[in-house]
């Protein structure tokens, strides 16, 4: 009788043990899928979702019309390598460590990847992430060498040492590699995160060869302060190094392989790197366009409104393949029967100029490079069409992947999940939103600062070679064309500002000492770098 009852007893525990398996079966397979998609440089203002007219994206804009657009969604610090530290990590770059493009970035610290692997994703990693060393937390990655080239790039694949040179276009080639390793190369049995990073539109902004033309029939009008004279502002916008008339350099920006005072411009060099095809397409398509805007012997305004064309056309150019890329990888999901289990992303590593207050690139914390697209997909959570207007930030990446996969974030991440907010379930957020800017003196010259946005303010310190103070009401002043740090009428908003700053530095970890210590460190980098040129 005992032995009927102690094997009864295994036999329901056997039971319990197959039962509780088979539902943690099921549990893996309802994990959603996650699609990070993460271009470079891409302003919002260039995606058609968010309204701004300039060019059409509409395969990026189905990710929105499906789900989700974030109307201002931020970065921490608006440049490449920190950004992309940031959102593995979910920690501000004073905290992982990649505070600019010079200190390394230790792939020893956890990030999300990491824990989604160790939680039974598989994990791919597939184009641009800048950052040294071998990539940590993905089963599978194929990443440019640096900043990457447009044309037959270099990548390495697995860590392994040897970059291999791939003829083709760069954004055709990320996007190529995506569905390979969707299609053929994950196992199909496991729920995937992968980060499908593209290089465009980055500077110096090719085109593929299909889009050469792109535009050619069109005139772009600049932005209405194109032509900034910066009165009313401090010195760092009046010293910055990143005008498109006065900054952008003939070959490199402008592709003139001789300027308009007959000198080579040494985009010969560029061109070297391209095979025989596409050399030829190129000097079919630019050659006539550079010996008519030569003949025209423009000056002043006029040639300034031309060099803003070119920007602005190479530009949206590169974002075509772009937008092409990502309707191919949203049809394979739908063919594929994972669109609707499938988390999909759209964002950029910041925002981007196109031409306002005159400038291109990013750095500083004014809206066009503070601000960053973001328009996120999901089916089983995410209404169509749903607006979010708070201050999300690329800080709360790393923990809303983490917590749509069912995995406790560490306590070290510093962002939090935006899962309820943009599901409707949870309306509260937080209030503002903290910035910091490292990379000084360098290219571009943008001024070291932190600071301080909230939904209607702005709060700026620029530092290091001055000790200005900035602020702005997005409200009245939504393109930041006046100071208003010593308006008395802002006296009790300047104060609460203050009071708003100091809180959230010392809640992440932040502080003068920090500042005075990344400084050092990059300083004593760039001595290092002098007497290396000075010996050779």
């Known amino acids: 009788m005992i032995k009927k009852i102690q094997l009864l007893c295994k036999l329901i525990i056997l039971c319990i043990f197959f039962s509780s398996c ?50 201002r969604a931020c970065v921490t610090n608006s440049i490449c390598a920190p950004s992309r530290a940031v959102l593995l990590t979910g920690k501000h770059s004073f905290i992982n460590g990649k505070v600019d493009n010079v200190q390394p970035f230790d792939w020893n610290q956890p990030n999300f990847p990491k824990l989604m692997q160790a939680n039974g994703y598989q994990t791919a990693m597939i184009g641009k992430i800048h950052l040294d060393g071998e990539p940590q937390g993905f089963d599978f990655s194929m990443v440019l060498r640096g900043q990457g080239h447009y044309y037959n790039p270099e990548f390495m694949v697995n860590g392994s040492g040897k970059w291999e040179q791939i003829e083709g276009y760069c954004t055709d080639i990320i996007t190529d590699s995506m569905l390979d390793w969707l299609k053929n190369k994950r196992d ?10 593209q290089k465009a539109p980055h500077r110096n902004w090719k085109p593929a060869q299909e889009y050469l033309n792109l535009y050619d029939n069109k005139t772009f009008d600049p932005p209405a302060n194109y032509f900034d004279d910066y009165e009313g502002r401090g010195s760092a916008a009046k010293e910055q190094e990143m005008q498109i008339d006065g900054h952008a350099r003939w070959g490199h920006d402008f592709k003139l392989l001789i300027d308009p005072d007959g000198n080579p411009t040494g985009f010969e060099n560029e061109l070297k790197r391209f095979n025989e095809q596409q050399r030829k397409d190129w000097l079919a398509a630019y050659t006539p366009k550079n010996d008519a805007m030569k003949a025209q012997q423009l000056e002043g305004k006029e040639l300034g409104k031309w060099k803003f064309n070119r920007y602005i056309k190479d530009y949206l150019r590169t974002i075509k393949s772009v937008d092409d890329g990502v309707g191919e990888v949203l049809d394979y999901l739908k063919e594929a029967g994972l669109e609707e289990n499938t988390i999909v992303v759209y964002t950029s590593d910041q925002g981007f100029y196109l031409g306002e207050h005159g400038w291109f690139d990013k750095r500083f914390m004014y809206e066009e490079s503070f601000r960053t697209p973001l328009l996120v997909r999901f089916p089983k959570e995410i209404q169509p069409g749903t607006k979010i207007n708070k201050l999300v930030q690329n800080l709360d990446f790393a923990p809303t992947f983490l917590d749509y996969a069912g995995i406790t974030a560490p306590e070290e991440m510093q962002g939090e999940s935006f899962r309820d907010l943009v599901s ?62 010593n308006d ?6 300047q104060k609460d500002l203050h009071t708003k700053l100091q809180e959230l530095r010392s809640y992440y970890g ?27």
Request: negative net charge.
């Open 424 to 485: 409707g379930k949870n309306s509260e957020w937080r209030d503002a939103v903290y910035y910091t800017y490292y990379e000084y003196p360098s290219v571009h010259m943008v001024k070291r600062h932190y600071g301080v946005a909230t939904e209607r303010y702005k709060l700026m310190h620029f530092y290091y070679d001055i000790d200005e103070w900035e602020m702005y009401d997005l409200e009245t002043d939504p393109s930041e064309m006046k100071n208003i740090y």
């Open 488 to 493: 008395p009428a802002y006296a009790q908003v």
């Open 510 to 536: 932040d502080s003068d000492e920090n500042d005075q210590r990344f400084l050092k460190a990059y300083l004593d980098h760039q001595e290092k770098l002098r007497k290396k040129r000075a010996a050779q």
């Open 188 to 197: 199909p049995n496991k729920p995937f995160c992968a980060l499908y990073h």
């Open 22 to 71: 088979g539902n943690l079966s099921k549990t893996d397979s309802d994990k959603p899928n996650i699609l990070f998609i993460m271009s470079d440089d891409h302003a919002y203002q260039a995606i058609s979702a968010y309204g701004c007219g300039l060019n059409e994206t509409p395969n990026i804009d189905r990710i929105a019309d499906e789900g989700a657009l974030f109307t």
